[in-house]
């Protein structure tokens, strides 16, 4: 069975959408163009992929099933085209990279600033995501590359994994927090107030173990759930500055705080070593990286030098 991809990308448009109205108006075409086309698939699959009525437009069981292979294959196709269209001509093309919380707001979005001055013309999708949401777009083909926390992605063998560089991280919460008035704090003084923090893969449980008595397991992937889970550190920042809850920062991150009197470190003595993450850039190792990715990485590579030498 040969299926129109462009079918497929109608189906998902208006299972986004769930009116077809508002489905061909973002697809650029006319009302009857998508339902013609959405009954034509629904012919050439031999199923029901939506059930309509007056106000809605919803997937049958089966048809969910369809929209998530559609979903696959339209974002596949997508990812092709564009690197294809970059390694034409080595500008054109969006490049699309994800990256997680704190290494964003670091090395990622300095880096973006400096290539945007240099290039212009250069056309970006940057994307502020917890680790899971980021390996997730990696591994579906939505984004380029992904530059995160690479300690659990080592032995994965689908992907290419290039080293960045360490980041040191401190605790830290608001100036005139109850906990900086102790002298001497214990894990147990910490665990009354929430800990703000994004998802994290497991490897990283003993940033927050004996200090979060309300961090989860997500029991299919194995990632770390904090008490409050937040994907970017500027949501973060604020959640501390404005409450009794405490985070995990580099000092790049929250030093002007500290200078304004807003923040303060959180020293925490049961600790003999202050906690690491090892960050790198990841990609399919099927996927040969564009001019334009590794012009990006470079940048980020080299801020990343910087704030290690700092």
């Known amino acids: 069975m ?30 009857p163009t998508l339902s013609r086309n959405i009954a034509t698939l629904e012919k050439q699959l031999g199923l029901r992929v939506f059930e309509r009525s007056r106000r809605d437009v919803m997937a049958t069981p089966a048809g969910d099933d369809v929209l998530k292979m559609a979903d696959e294959l339209v974002s596949r196709a997508a990812a092709i085209s564009n690197s294809l269209q970059m390694v034409r001509d080595g500008r054109g093309g969006r490049l699309r990279v994800a990256a997680g919380v704190y290494v964003h707001d670091i090395a990622v979005r ?10 212009p013309s250069v056309r970006l999708e940057l994307l502020e995501r917890e680790w899971t949401a980021a390996l997730s777009m990696l591994m579906t083909d939505r984004v380029d590359f992904a530059v995160l926390d690479i300690a659990a992605l080592r032995g994965v063998p689908s992907l290419r994994v290039e080293p960045l560089g360490k980041l040191e991280g401190v605790y830290y919460c608001r100036a005139g927090h109850p906990l900086l008035k102790k002298a001497s704090l214990r894990p147990g003084d910490v665990r009354l107030y929430p800990f703000v923090f994004s998802s994290m893969s497991r490897e990283k449980v003993a940033l927050v173990e004996d200090i979060d008595p309300g961090f989860t ?10 008490s409050i889970a937040v994907s970017s550190f500027r949501l973060g920042l604020e959640i501390v500055s404005g409450t009794d809850a405490v ?7 929250i030093e002007d705080g500290i200078a304004a009197n807003r923040l303060a470190i959180l020293d925490l003595p049961w600790r003999s070593r202050r906690p690491v993450a090892e960050m790198g850039v990841a990609y399919k190792r099927e ?3 564009p001019p334009a990715a590794r012009a990006f990485i470079g940048l980020i590579r080299k801020r990343m030098r910087a704030i290690e030498r700092s």
């Open 287 to 289: 996927r040969t990286l």
């Open 247 to 253: 985070s995990l920062g580099h000092l790049s991150q």
């Open 217 to 226: 397991v997500d029991p299919a992937t194995g990632d770390i759930l904090p």
């Open 2 to 31: 040969e299926i129109d991809l462009k079918l497929l990308q109608y189906a998902v448009v208006l299972a986004k959408h769930r009116h077809f109205g508002r489905a061909a108006a973002a697809l650029h075409i006319s009302q």
């Open 110 to 119: 300095p880096a973006a600033i400096e290539m945007i001055k240099a290039n």
